[in-house]
């Protein structure tokens, strides 16, 4: 390990997935950016982070769409010895009884300010390990309950062996999500009370220690969306641990619920924005859940156009984005309309390019691209397709549209061919255009070459979403449902404009409509400078607030420090 990294005393950030560069394929969606935006502010800042994930070999998965508007899943491997060096410790966990070899690979994340950081990918795919064994960290969210329970194993106890084996001193450990919480059980054990020790009535379990080292953010506003095994499965997979009276203290009575378990072994607990903290207080009433809200790396996510008028005219940006904040008085407005028209025109080389289609660079283009599933509802804007042909009708727009559905998201898949279905529908009327394989790259393009920024998740389900800040830094106006970050970010009529009021039973398609044809629309065509003025607006009080710099130095003010 090199000394840089282990000099100095980190935080271990744990991650069951994570966007490190666009073709490194471990990751399936908004966790992984967001830990990797993580990583790329740290970088910047100094903020002596390690990151721990898994190698997912098999990568996530390449999306291709049929004739039929189908997603058929393609393999996306990778080849971690081109992009990282491997590990020269190996640890062992104990998995049904068996002794399974941990190996792996450190990737060196380069900031472009010359920061760096240490990534752990554990890998079990070694010649120690039986066939089925070395699989273990290959299927970024692949296979059954069981392999998942083994992952996390790996992640967790795996992983903090590893850090240990490599010589890191952990000052802090960070569960992005639930997956890493069985990391807190290593945790119990490594600092448990020699039995001698012990005073009347005392276990040998030193919790308020484990409390002391973990925080732990949430991600998920509904209880379904939490991993949760069976104590049988459990205990035939991890063995006797630790013992099974404490595991259900702190995990759960009927089944291990591993956000509980992370809940009771972090002293710091936060969710993803202000709405999402409040919604997780009533999801898991008696735990103290502070917000920090989400944010996206300011240069990772920023068009060039868009960086040389921010080097510029502010200066500095890139390490202090609050800089933004100025944009609306120090940036001249052409100069923004004319970076945003060569991000528009890109975006639009990109579309032809792969999918032959022509968008107009005149016409008001809006953007919408996520994972597809059920509570992000792609479909909304289709709800009512001869209101559509009618705003269109009145003032043009086109629609470019993106996004990946789990391999077993059936409701996700029967998004994707709805959507296809619905695009030939209006071709006479509202040309859009599906792009496949959604991606870093692609989501880049996208951000900064629509004119808006599509959001229509259902309340109160979205806990942040990050894409909308990513158009923020490239002055893409967001039009979203009243939930996650927008509750916070939206200034009607100066950041974008909000959908419905945010309750769960709103009628957000009319509401949708109706912004779309009185307001958006109309602004876009008939008083441009009012339109570059949202433009700057979003600039100057989204960009300069929902970054991860501003995120990052909350999580080392308030939790990594306390
Ligand atoms: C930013 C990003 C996401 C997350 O976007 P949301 O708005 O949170 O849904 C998902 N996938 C990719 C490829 C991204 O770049």
Not at 311 to 334: M, N, S
Not at 488 to 504: F, K, L, P, Q, Y
């Amino acid at each position: 390990m090199p000394r840089e990294f282990i000099l100095t005393e980190r935080i271990a950030y744990f991650s069951m997935e994570i966007a490190l560069r666009p073709d490194i394929p471990t990751y399936s969606g908004g966790l992984g950016v967001l830990a990797g935006d993580t990583l790329r502010s740290a970088a910047d800042l100094d903020i002596p982070l390690v990151a721990v994930s898994l190698s997912s070999r098999a990568g996530y998965f390449r999306q291709r769409i049929d004739e039929a508007g189908r997603q058929h899943e393609e393999p996306a491997p990778w080849d971690p010895a081109r992009w990282a060096r491997p590990l020269q410790a190996r640890v062992a966990v104990t998995i049904e009884g068996r002794v399974v070899w941990v190996g792996g690979w450190l990737y060196i994340l380069e900031g472009h300010m010359g920061g760096r950081q240490p990534v752990i990918l554990l890998d079990t795919d070694l010649a120690e390990n039986s066939e089925a064994d070395r699989h273990l960290t290959h299927y970024l969210y692949g296979g059954d309950e069981s392999y998942r329970l083994k992952q996390e194993i790996v992640l967790g106890i795996g992983g903090v062996r590893m850090l240990h084996a490599l010589g890191f001193r952990i000052r802090q450990y960070h569960l992005n999500e639930g997956h890493a919480a069985l990391l807190s059980l290593e945790l119990l054990n490594l600092f448990a009370r020699p039995s001698e020790d012990l005073r009347p009535g005392e276990g040998p379990y030193d919790i308020p220690r484990v409390r002391e080292m973990c925080n732990f953010t949430t991600h998920t506003p509904v209880e379904a969306g939490h991993d949760k095994f069976p104590y049988g499965q459990v205990q035939a997979i991890l063995g006797d641990f630790i013992d099974l009276p404490t595991l259900k203290q702190l995990a759960g009575e009927n089944e291990l619920n591993m956000t509980r378990l992370a809940l009771n072994t972090s002293e710091y607990v936060n969710g993803v924005a202000k709405r999402h903290a409040e919604t997780s207080r009533h999801l898991f009433p008696g735990y103290r859940v502070l917000a920090i809200t989400n944010g996206v790396h300011p240069y990772a996510w920023t068009h060039p156009a868009f960086v040389k008028l921010y080097d510029e005219h502010l200066p500095g940006w890139c390490h202090e984005p609050e800089l933004l904040v100025r944009a609306d008085c120090c940036i001249p407005a052409e100069s923004v309309w004319q970076a945003h028209l060569q991000a528009k025109r890109e975006l639009i080389e990109l579309v032809k390019a792969q999918s032959g289609k022509s968008l107009d660079p005149e016409v008001c283009l809006l953007g919408f691209a996520r994972r597809m599933t059920a509570y992000k509802r792609p479909e909304l804007l289709f709800s009512d397709l001869s209101r559509l042909k009618a705003i269109a009708g009145q003032r043009p727009f086109q629609i470019v549209l993106a996004g990946k559905a789990h391999p077993r998201d059936q409701e996700g898949k029967r998004a994707i061919e709805a959507i296809h279905a619905h695009i030939r529908e209006l071709a006479d009327s509202v040309p859009a255009v599906f792009l496949p394989n959604y991606d870093m790259e692609s989501a880049a393009a996208m951000v900064s070459g629509v004119d808006v920024w599509l959001n229509t998740p259902q309340p109160p389900l979205e806990a942040s979403g990050t894409s909308g800040m990513k158009a923020a830094f490239n002055g893409v106006p967001h039009l979203s449902v009243l939930d996650g970050w927008w509750a916070e970010g939206r200034i009607e009529g100066v950041t974008g404009w909000g959908i419905g009021n945010g309750d769960a039973d709103g009628n957000d398609a009319a509401s949708l409509y109706e912004k779309l044809e009185q307001v958006v629309l109309p602004l876009y065509y008939d008083n441009r400078p009012g339109w570059i003025a949202v433009m700057l607006g979003a600039i100057a009080k989204s960009a300069s607030i929902f970054n991860s710099h501003r995120m990052m130095r909350r999580y080392a003010s308030d939790a990594y420090v306390r």
